[in-house]
């Protein structure tokens, strides 16, 4: 197993991506022949509703995450709830999943999220130089 910290999470919620305001949190690689990850989060009180009846309703929940350096492009996961637990201060989210492989990569969603908000020429190249450094949330593609 190999265990790595989480910088960031977010749901994807069709073509949105809702963050999740995180104290701290953690992605393991069970490395196992299923591929299994577990991610553990620990976060505000006001999420435990939303995860509770996800655990309750056996619901599939994609997440995007980025693992150790905020530089780094974010993964997806299928994932499903495992456990929920109210802390004193926060709560505990442990949710187990596979890595999904969206259709493109960050760099063609990037240029396709840029290109269909007018950029062109010269003006795109520089959006696009300074936004694959900066990593700005762009929704994950819809599954077929």
Not at 24 to 51: A, M, S
Not at 111 to 119: A, P, Q, S
Request: with cysteine.
């Amino acid at each position: 197993m190999k265990t790595f910290k989480l910088i960031s999470m977010q749901l994807a919620d069709d073509d949105a991506l809702v963050d999740i305001e995180m104290e701290d949190g953690l992605i393991i690689n069970k490395e196992d022949d299923k591929g299994t990850w577990l991610v553990e989060v620990f976060t505000d009180h006001k999420y435990i509703p939303y995860f509770e009846d996800a655990c309750a309703n056996d619901k599939e929940i994609i997440v995007q995450v980025i693992i150790t350096k905020r530089e780094n492009d974010p993964a997806a996961f299928s994932t499903k709830v495992c456990c929920v637990k109210k802390l004193k201060k926060h709560a505990s989210i442990l949710l187990t999943g596979k890595l999904t492989k969206p259709k493109s990569d960050y760099p063609e969603k990037l240029l396709e999220h840029l290109i269909d908000k007018g950029f062109t020429g010269d003006q795109l190249l520089a959006e696009f130089k300074q936004n694959i450094v900066t990593k700005p949330k762009i929704a994950l593609p819809k599954k077929v």
